[in-house]
């Protein structure tokens, strides 16, 4: 359970606004005159049973705990939280200071982009540059692409960094923890890259994140990387994503390659849809960050022992449940030559080759590990089975695993009946990186009609399901019934809310974790990484239409019924027929809008009907 979960459990509405504001019971609700806007007779009322509040007066608005506590304080919802849960006696993990931590952020990206236009105008202008231009000229890289990517090279100089970006008053400090220089044992500071070509590394946002540093010569080592910084983690980067993610949308799928140069060559043949992980093996920060983007990734890599330990190790993340829904592919390279090589001799090789030597990452582990065994020995046989079983019970997808369970029988030629026996005992076996064990016995994955996530863990499935919706695709940004969505108060959570609000404000999932209060990074990552089963784009918009629909019924519904809650209390009480009339007023306007609802579910079940 959240924190926030276990401070809403804790605490009781009704106790938390009768601070405020003094309530009278009313049947099954307090009503009381609203804390928030003045008036003679009380329009306020609370729901213990929901534990919500709403003001049918003036204010027209209502939500939950936090919500209240937040406008009634004019705080935040980091501060209403902490505020309720010093109340309720839950302990927030430790506070870290987004302020100051955000400032130092701005700083090192701002210090790193000095720093790209630095080497970059070195590589332009500069007479030492010289050979880093005739290496590029060598490699067949044009002018735009030098730009685009904004390429540089870095002076045969322990301090010319350093010191030009001292004269424009970055802190030593800074610059240290930017990265950008490294310090001796005795603690005195130089440049960290000398006569070296030098890429720029961007985030998806366009910012300059770190550098990759490249010799120009044979002298080891060939690249140097920037440190991990506050702003830099490689673990979690993709080189050239912030200019390959309009292809990789539009074409609905991403080529990952392993080094700069074959991004480079890529995108200056057209080849957008390119980027390159920034070691070896590709990692799940890596793959959740492409997830948003597509859900069809290629891994392009030479069939060096290298590429082949990436391909394992790229196994465990395709069948991480909640990881991702994709099938990952491969495509194997020409022995001896990477993308670079490939793209230059022959640029429409590449699509071909893509088309048709990619599969799937599971299909090449097979080829892998069989290709050094002897399959006609009873040892080998018996090898493979223990090296391939492992990885076929960790599919969660039943037909995919009966299908490689059928195509493990087939290669070791035993039965797929004594097989299957020995999956269970994999199975039942020291769980490795498998979820709880009931979890896996659920047979929820069977159903093809089980499209819908399992969000048992939420409190409000529904505005959960747009949210996980929203974040892992944001193309529904664009989507028809996005404005629907921004016009009204859906989200009765708060914290579902406070998303909602950050993510109106920021395309990338990185800034809506910036905008929110670190007690909902939890919730928030829980709803980027839910694993939604794979569909087809006009799938995951007809979910979301759908969702969008259910979310205005659920509020329209819920404002009926206090709406006649209030009618009635009002005509006992004697109310005057303004106040009586202007309730039914509101009374025909939802009605109206629930017409709409309606007619809008029906004109869909006819569509999917058809
Ligand atoms: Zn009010």
Redesign the pocket.
């Known amino acids: 359970m959240s924190v926030i979960d276990e401070v809403k459990q804790r605490t009781d509405i009704v106790e938390v606004i009768s601070q405020y504001t003094k309530l009278t019971k009313a049947g099954r609700t307090f009503r009381a005159l609203?804390?928030?806007?003045s008036?003679k007779n009380p329009?306020?009322f609370v729901y213990p049973d929901r534990q919500s509040w709403h003001?049918?007066?003036?204010?027209?608005?209502g939500g939950d705990v936090f919500s209240f506590v937040m406008k009634k304080e004019g705080i935040e919802f980091g501060e209403a939280l902490r505020l309720l849960a010093d109340r309720c006696g839950v302990t927030i993990p430790s506070r870290v200071e987004p302020d100051t931590k955000k400032e130092l952020k701005e700083t090192l990206y701002q210090a790193n982009e000095a720093a790209a236009q630095y080497f970059h105008n070195l590589l332009l202008k500069s007479s030492a540059a010289e050979k880093a231009r005739a290496y590029l000229a060598s490699r067949g890289l044009t002018p735009k692409t030098i730009t685009d990517f904004q390429l540089g090279y870095s002076l045969n100089s322990w301090e010319a960094l350093k010191q030009y970006l001292l004269d424009r008053s970055y802190a030593e400090s800074e610059l240290l923890e930017a990265g950008l220089l490294a310090a001796t044992e005795d603690g005195k500071t130089h440049d960290r890259w000398r006569q070296r070509l030098i890429f720029p590394i961007k985030d998806a946002r366009g910012r300059t994140t770190g550098f990759g540093a490249r010799v120009l010569d044979d002298s080891l080592p060939k690249y140097i990387n920037s440190p991990q910084t506050p702003i830099f983690d490689k673990s979690a980067t993709l080189y050239g994503l912030n200019l390959a993610a309009p292809a990789i949308r539009q074409q609905d799928s991403v080529v990952i390659v392993e080094g700069y140069m074959d991004v480079l060559t890529a995108h200056q043949n057209g080849f957008n849809n390119v980027v390159a992980s920034m070691g070896t093996a590709i990692t799940d920060k890596q793959v959740n960050a492409l997830k948003r983007l597509t859900r069809n990734l290629a891994l392009a890599l030479d069939a060096d022992s290298a590429g082949e330990e990436a391909m394992l190790r790229c196994v465990d993340f395709e069948n991480t449940p909640d990881r991702i829904g994709s099938e990952i592919k491969v495509i194997i390279l020409p022995t001896g030559k990477d993308p670079d090589d490939v793209i230059r001799e022959d640029p429409p090789a590449w699509p071909r080759l893509i088309g048709a030597k990619a599969i799937p990452v599971i299909d090449y582990t097979f080829d892998m590990v069989t290709a050094k065994l002897d399959l006609t020995t009873a040892r080998d046989k018996s090898l493979a089975a223990d090296r391939l079983l492992p990885i076929i019970a960790q599919i969660k997808d039943v037909v995919r695993r009966a299908h490689y369970l059928q195509k493990l029988a087939r290669l070791v030629k035993v039965s797929e009946r004594n097989l299957e026996a020995a999956l269970k005992q994999v199975k039942a076996g020291p769980a490795k990186r498998l979820p709880t064990a009931d979890k896996d016995k659920e047979p929820r994955q069977v159903g093809v009609g089980t499209s819908r996530p399992d969000l048992s863990g939420f409190s409000s499935p529904v505005e959960e399901y747009c949210l996980v919706l929203l974040l892992q695709h944001p193309e529904l940004r664009d989507h028809p019934d996005t404005p629907i969505l921004l016009s009204g108060e859906y989200f009765e959570n708060s914290e579902n809310r406070e998303i909602f609000t950050a993510w109106r404000e920021t395309p990338d999932i990185i800034g809506v974790r910036e905008r929110i209060d670190s007690a909902m990074w939890e919730h928030l990552d829980s709803l980027v990484n839910k694993n939604i089963p794979p569909t087809s784009r006009g799938q995951i918009e007809q979910k979301y239409a759908n969702c969008v629909l259910r979310l205005r019924e659920k509020f329209l519904r819920n404002l009926e019924k206090q709406r006649e809650a209030i009618l009635t209390l009002e005509a006992e009480a004697g109310g005057t027929s303004a106040e009586l009339a202007k309730l039914q007023e509101q009374g025909i306007e939802i009605s109206t809008e629930l017409k709409e609802v309606f007619a809008q579910k029906a004109k869909r079940g006819q569509e999917l009907r058809r």
């Open positions: 609203c804390p928030f806007h008036e329009s306020f003001c049918f007066g003036a204010c027209s608005t």
